[in-house]
């Protein structure tokens, strides 16, 4: 065990973001194959719950080290520890969200983030008839606190909940007040200056591309 941390130690590899993007995944299977009890996986098994070869969950996880051994599986307990601290879920991570409007009050009063270490510190937006208000047990500020509040509070991550035409905008603002990893649910294709990282998150796309395997029905 102990050889294998020391193996990690070294410097990683460049890994493909589609594989960083898998980590969660293997991540959650996990925690469900934790609360049932079960002690040891193995990427047969994990490959059957997510669909996936077992072929590739090796290459994977190979990205950061040797996690198990051949013909004994893995330890489910230790591979969740090493997958959070590689994922850096060890600790607790807040967060900005800017545009309190539907989606944006839905995005606060969403339950799921916070067992996950992800805490909505502050809210903004550009409309006087929000500043002001309490949603989810936050006040909502101007935009024109914005840099205040996000140096105050150490933000790294922020969510943006705005319409499309101030979308590239507020992102732009945000890389300013050096914001590093930004979640975009506006339906425009933002771009930010590396090393920020950007999600996109469109319902609309990811219906699209589920209807052409319905073209037929």
Not at 5 to 29: F, H
Not at 100 to 123: D, T
Not at 143 to 150: G, K, N, P, T, V
Not at 180 to 209: E, F, G, H, M, T
């Amino acid at each position: 065990m102990a050889r294998e941390k020391a193996e990690r130690s070294r410097v990683i590899p460049e890994v493909p973001e589609v594989v960083v993007m898998r980590l969660p995944l293997y991540l959650r299977t996990l925690v469900q194959l934790s609360q049932r009890g079960v002690e040891v996986v193995s990427s047969q098994q994990l490959g059957q719950q997510l669909q996936m070869t077992p072929a590739q969950i090796r290459k994977d996880l190979s990205y950061f080290g040797r996690f198990g051994r051949q013909g004994r599986g893995y330890s489910v307990k230790y591979l969740l520890e090493e997958l959070r601290q590689i994922l850096g879920l060890e600790r607790e991570w807040d967060v900005g969200l800017v545009g309190v409007g539907r989606l944006g009050r839905a995005i606060i009063s969403y339950a799921g983030m916070a067992p996950e270490g992800f805490h909505i510190v502050a809210a903004f937006d550009a409309d006087p008839r929000q500043v002001g208000q309490t949603v989810g047990g936050i006040t909502v500020q101007s935009m024109d606190h914005l840099q205040e509040s996000i140096k105050a509070t150490d933000t790294r991550i922020a969510i943006v909940a705005v319409p499309a035409a101030h979308a590239q905008e507020v992102i732009d603002r945000l890389v300013e007040c050096d914001v590093r990893a930004i979640l975009n649910y506006a339906p425009i294709p933002a771009l930010v200056p590396p090393p920020v990282k950007l999600r996109n998150i469109d319902p609309v796309l990811a219906l699209q591309s589920m209807t052409y395997y319905l073209r037929s029905l």
